[in-house]
């Protein structure tokens, strides 16, 4: 089960909120939302604050995936065959932010099957 701010996973959750999965590891939600893709089919995209360098794409995947068994239950339930999960890192700089991140992006296939799209 997926957990945010020990409540149920709820699309615009407050920035800053702690996404809590199903086996106990906790991540800081730095959005999350409704989105429309440019071909107008709407997605759910959850924007996570990692402590993994983003340059790191093995782990990172690793962990973007780790994330995905839980929130693709989020989206399943929502009745959407498309979702982006991106990692971010903590913003750097006091007068001008700096933020670098990677996103994933996952379509449903016409035989249910989820496949990620990068």
């Known amino acids: 089960?997926?957990?945010?701010?020990?409540?149920?996973?709820?699309?615009?959750?407050?920035?800053?909120?702690?996404?809590?999965?199903?086996?106990?590891?906790?991540?800081?939600?730095?959005?999350?939302?409704?989105?429309?893709?440019?071909?107008?089919?709407?997605?759910?995209?959850?924007?996570y604050q990692t402590k993994i360098p983003i340059s790191d794409k093995v782990r990172l995947k690793e962990e973007a995936y780790e994330i995905w068994r839980d929130y693709r239950i989020v989206v399943e339930n929502q009745h959407l065959t498309r979702a982006i999960i991106s990692a971010v890192e903590p913003s750097t700089g006091a007068l001008v932010e700096r933020i670098r991140g990677h996103g994933f992006t996952f379509e449903k296939t016409p035989k249910g099957e989820w496949t990620e799209r990068n």
């Open 1 to 47: 089960m997926l957990l945010l701010s020990a409540c149920s996973f709820n699309v615009g959750a407050p920035p800053k909120s702690i996404l809590r999965l199903s086996n106990g590891k906790e991540f800081i939600v730095v959005k999350s939302e409704a989105i429309h893709f440019s071909d107008g089919s709407p997605a759910l995209r959850l924007v």
